[in-house]
């Protein structure tokens, strides 16, 4: 008996050993709607397939290293175990577009190693979702081997047809370009470089920045982005316009010599592909703050979603300076000017925003240039140890002015331009917000203008990835909040750093008041709405009432007064800039929108819209019940439709319209606007015409139940 069952085992074990490892291995999202395979070629190559509504959508996709000191993984590899895992969670967000976030996905984890010495180990992670895929990349232990130093990441995304993209170029320093709106096999990175309009453009190749967005001809839509970019360097797109091929190419660092090192073990950030059968879909997405992990920081209460006002409008009309000696501003700005006494940041101009914000329902004020440093921040080699972010100029009391906003019921908002010299920010990082702590200010802008020092770090490189992250958790120690400009990209970090309230991260407002091509085109804003709005909240500075700037002789804001207005609804971020100079806000019943609409929301529902032509959100205020909604179109007029079914069942609502005059047009007329008083509910629908560079905005109070 004892022979036998010994018999037994032997025979098993030997089918054990004799077990092929899988050709393929696939995941689906819950509903099924998105699928990936993944499989080995017949050289152990990692290869991936995604599917949706059974269509290929990304065709068969290599995965691969190159390293430093180490040969490249890119084959020999053969799967030693894989795993699938169900998650379907919900959890909540401390401000966003909306209360609660469902997180429902399927994840398969495949287990490599090399067939061949060193038979090194290597795990991916794909993760299926309804609305789209992520997939991310871990690095075991290697014996005798402490760290890696990757040279080239080479994910690659096989388009199925030639899409329409909208897209910027790979720059390696800014996403401040102009959208472009091309078939990906017309996609021209290079013919970018040396923008005259930017401080600093680095565009190696002909790649793109993310997220990028893709339309086919049955209107399938892609957007390619990344989530939980930590301690890695920012990625970006080769385009090859032949084959349709996409390749990650990572920022690289000309002083360290290459792109990534780690320590082992480590992940990667996840590569992510959003998916929609129509546009609308891509805004609701929320697959990149899923991708990221949960809330470290606790309560962040001390943080307030709020509108602002400030001293930085005047200055790129060039009313006012930044420095004290006003010698600069961004139209007159030189190296030996002489000092015109135009400063900005004086104590009595700041008490000037401070009482208008107090007046009309605005809890912030910015005030920008009110610290040393000024009159070197820019244009010089050696910026290093220029600000201090703690020593106010002679005629800017900072404690007589915190004092005097808290008791009008306004917060000042820091301002800590950093002219690309993040070691010296850094040796200050712990004594600025000491000081911000100690006043009870709560967040602050910070400014990365300037070509990066040390020399050879780029913006969105590791060691500039790193910076950032170091300033988000100082910040969090001492209960601040960052709202970044020239940051790196959003990357749905704000759900486990949810003091990361916004960031600029494109080509902003102040481009109207004196780029050299005349400003944001028209369709810019419906651009952006579905491309770089879907990485996370945007600090664009709505808000311009004087539309013919007193700039420029070419320079205008592309819109009309109503599409300003709607801005604030479908432009995402919980710090929203009233950005006019007063004034020009006295005495017109169109600001009473402003002084009305929400920050922060419960629900958002995205009503319709096409990639760079319109888009229409709705947003319910959280704590009041009341809705706001916004719509905006580009440069052609059109008739939008606005079913009100979102609205709660067994309540009305009093509606105040804010729309564009028989008359308006962004070029000739764009401060008409008409507002209008009805009474709507769930059941009402409403036709809507929208200028040229138009739009409209509509306060929905709430009456009764």
């Not at 894989?82 to 287990?111: A, C, F, H, I, R």
């Not at 509108?307 to 409008?313: C, H, L, Q, S, T």
């Not at 319709?608 to 032509?613: A, K, L, R, S, T």
Request: net charge negative.
């Amino acid at each position: 008996m004892n022979k036998i069952l010994t018999l037994l085992l032997v025979l098993a074990s030997l089918v054990s050993c004799q077990k092929k490892e899988p050709k393929s291995l696939s995941v689906a999202s819950p509903k099924g709607t998105n699928s990936i395979e993944f499989f080995l070629s017949e050289n152990g190559n990692p290869l991936y397939v995604v599917n949706h509504n059974n269509k290929t959508v990304i065709d068969s996709s290599l995965i691969g290293f190159d390293f430093k000191n180490q040969k490249s993984l890119n084959g020999n590899l053969g799967i030693i175990n894989s795993t699938t895992t169900t998650v379907d969670e919900t959890w909540e967000m401390p401000w966003g577009e909306q209360k609660e976030v469902v997180n429902q996905y399927n994840e398969l984890k495949v287990e490599l190693e090399e067939t061949q010495a060193p038979n090194r180990k290597f795990n991916i992670y794909f993760r299926a979702y309804d609305d789209g895929v992520g997939f991310r990349y871990e690095f075991l232990p290697q014996q005798g081997v402490d760290s890696v130093a990757i040279m080239d990441e080479n994910t690659q995304f096989q388009l199925t047809e030639d899409y329409t993209a909208w897209w910027i170029p790979g720059d390696w320093d800014i996403y401040e370009h102009r959208y472009n709106t091309s078939l990906v096999s017309e996609i021209d990175a290079i013919s970018k470089r040396n923008h005259p309009d930017l401080a600093q453009t680095y565009i190696p190749e002909n790649a793109v920045n993310t997220p990028v967005t893709l339309r086919n001809k049955d209107g399938l839509h892609l957007s390619f982005h990344e989530a939980n970019l930590t301690n890695y360097a920012g990625m970006t797109l080769k385009v090859d316009n032949t084959s349709l091929l996409l390749t990650s190419e990572l920022v690289g660092s000309d002083r360290l010599g290459h792109k990534v090192k780690r320590a082992l073990p480590f992940k990667t950030p996840w590569r992510t592909v959003q998916i929609a059968d129509k546009a609308t879909e891509l805004i609701e997405s929320k697959l990149i703050v899923n991708l990221n992990e949960p809330n470290k920081l606790g309560s962040v209460d001390w943080f307030e979603p709020k509108k602002y006002v400030g001293i930085w409008w005047e200055m790129h009309l060039g009313k006012s300076t930044w420095d004290y000696a006003g010698s600069q501003d961004m139209n007159t700005f030189t190296e030996d000017a002489k000092p015109t006494g135009k400063h900005g940041a004086t104590t009595e101009n700041t008490k000037r925003y401070i009482d208008f914000a107090a007046k009309n329902n605005i809890k912030g004020i910015l005030v920008e240039g009110w610290n040393t440093g000024w009159e070197h921040w820019i244009g010089f080699e050696d910026r290093e140890g220029v600000f201090d972010f703690v020593t106010p100029y002679p005629d800017y009391d900072l404690e007589g002015l915190n004092k005097y906003a808290k008791e009008n019921g306004v917060e000042l908002i820091m301002h800590h331009e950093t002219s690309a010299a993040p070691r010296t920010y850094e040796q200050q990082l712990d004594t600025a917000y000491q000081l911000m702590n100690q006043l009870g200010i709560h967040s602050v802008k910070t400014g990365y203008v300037g070509k990066i020092i040390p020399k050879g770090e780029y913006h969105h490189g590791q060691w500039m990835v790193n910076h950032y992250r170091k300033v988000l958790e100082t910040a969090a120690k001492y209960n601040i909040a960052i709202n970044a400009h020239e940051p790196i990209k959003a990357t749905g970090i704000r759900r486990t750093y949810p003091n990361a309230i916004s960031r600029e991260g494109l080509r902003g407002q102040e481009f109207n008041a004196w780029s050299a091509d005349g400003g944001n085109p028209a369709e810019h804003l419906p651009i952006v709405a579905f491309t770089r709005m879907l990485a996370g909240p945007i600090d664009f500075t709505p808000g311009v009432f004087d539309i013919e700037l007193p700039t420029k002789e070419n320079n205008r804001v592309s819109t009309t007064i109503a599409q300003q207005l709607a801005l604030y609804v479908v432009i995402y971020s919980p710090v929203q800039m009233a950005c006019d100079l007063p004034e020009n806000y006295e005495n017109q019943p169109a600001f009473q929108f402003i002084r009305d609409v929400g920050v922060d929301w419960d629900r958002t529902e995205v009503l319709n819209g096409e990639v760079g032509d319109y888009v229409t959100i709705a947003r319910k205020e959280h704590g009041t019940g009341n809705w706001f909604v916004g719509g905006i179109t580009d440069e052609n007029a059109r008739e939008l439709t606005v079913d009100f079914d979102f609205l709660d069942e067994t309540s009305s609502y009093k509606a105040i319209i804010y729309k564009d005059a028989e008359s308006a047009n962004f070029r000739t007329d764009p401060t008409a606007i008409d507002i209008e008083n009805i009474e709507v509910n769930k059941n009402s629908i409403l036709n809507i015409k929208l200028a040229e560079g138009g739009g409209f905005a509509i306060s929905l109070l709430k009456e009764n139940e």
